[in-house]
């Protein structure tokens, strides 16, 4: 009996910091070492270039990086098929057919696509392969017939789109050829979406207020710092706040089960006030020292040969193509267009 699959990717656009790290790169190793799971990773750079069309240099240096921060964290391509979205040609193709089965108005109303076209500020000058990527994505997780795929909650409606296509196709055609896909959830929310140093709800390049894996220590030191905790704790005996407070937010992700009492003495000890924020931040980093040390060493030793890491990626989208050409074999059999099998 087959495993369930799982697809999963990164869109490369800079090297990947700790969010990526706690929100889903540490959850696909374990599914990986489970054994349990077919496994599908995939730098997605054509959804990338949705928005970065005039910047394509900026997706190709990150394609290195990514594949590195990929292999230093643990993902192993012996049992991982971790590959580059451009490279599969057959993705485009399904995406073709598959928007002639969703109207313009029903992208339109997408929630992820509305909030993100607002974040990034687009107005009238909406790329189309930007309005049209939840089509897109329905290809790249049909194409391996991914039985889970796992995202944080704001992308639900993007699951929902894809079941829709996945319904819209085996209906149309009369068919049972497309695999409707379920959403794999973060159970710590806290840790799916890991906010800024400087407390800003999101951690990413554009703010400048990340952790990256490729890091060296005295950054790290430098950052964590220089982290946002509570302005009005000013003196060492003043009572201070852990809500709100980076460092704290931090250790309760970051903190293992055997840190966790010494976690929660410094937090009694911090809001009774003689607790400086000098000493916590030093303890966070210790803690993410112990985790970050070992990826940063391993990130070192893989970038010495990167012939040998686009080598893996190659093999990798090798393989990838052909699980996502017999998906479109089918594909094409089921609309009736396979004209000369």
């Known amino acids: 009996m087959s495993k369930p699959i799982i697809l999963t990717g990164d869109r490369p656009t800079g090297k990947l910091h700790i969010g990526h790290y706690v929100g889903s790169l540490r959850n696909r190793v374990l599914l990986q070492d489970k054994g349990e799971y077919e496994l599908f990773v995939f730098l997605a750079d054509q959804q990338a270039l949705t ?5 394509p240099k900026t997706i190709v240096e990150s394609i290195g990086n990514v594949a590195l921060d990929y292999l230093a964290v643990g993902l192993d391509p012996e049992k991982t098929t971790i590959f580059i979205q451009s490279q599969i040609p057959e993705l ?3 995406s073709m057919y598959y928007m002639n089965l969703v109207s313009l108005a029903r992208l339109e109303r997408n929630p992820t696509v509305k909030s993100e ?10 790329p189309t392969g930007f309005l049209v990527y939840p089509i897109a994505q329905a290809a790249d997780i049909t194409a391996f017939k991914a039985n889970y795929v796992p995202v944080g909650n704001d992308q639900k409606p993007m699951i929902e789109q894809t079941r829709e296509i996945v319904r819209s196709f085996n209906h149309t055609y009369d068919c049972d050829v497309l695999v ?8 710590n929310e806290a840790a799916g979406r890991l906010p800024g140093l400087d407390g800003n709800a ?5 703010l400048n207020n990340g952790i990256y894996l490729s890091d060296d220590m005295d950054t790290l030191q430098k950052k964590v710092m220089s ?13 201070g706040k852990i ?7 931090y250790l309760d992700v970051f903190g293992r089960p055997e840190d966790m009492r010494e976690i929660t003495i410094m937090k009694e000890h ?7 924020d000098v000493k916590t931040k030093r303890y966070l980093l210790e803690i993410l020292e112990r985790e970050l040390g070992p990826i940063r060493e391993r990130r070192v030793e893989f970038s010495k040969d990167m012939g040998e890491v686009y080598t893996m990626l190659q093999k990798g989208s090798d393989r990838a193509r052909q699980v996502a050409s017999q998906t479109l074999f089918e594909v094409k059999s089921a609309m009736g267009i396979n004209y000369f099998q």
Do not use: C, R
Request: no cysteine; aromatic share 8%; charged share 25%.
């Open 51 to 55: 928005d970065h069309a005039k910047d």
């Open 92 to 94: 485009s193709e399904l």
């Open 117 to 126: 076209i607002a974040q990034k500020a687009f107005g009238e000058s909406i």
């Open 180 to 187: 409707e896909p379920q959403g794999l959830y973060p159970q």
């Open 202 to 206: 999101k951690m990413s390049k554009s």
């Open 227 to 239: 982290m946002y905790t509570d302005p009005d704790h000013i003196k060492i005996e003043d009572p």
């Open 243 to 249: 809500d709100g407070n980076m460092v704290f937010h």
């Open 270 to 276: 911090y809001q009774q006030g003689g607790l400086g």
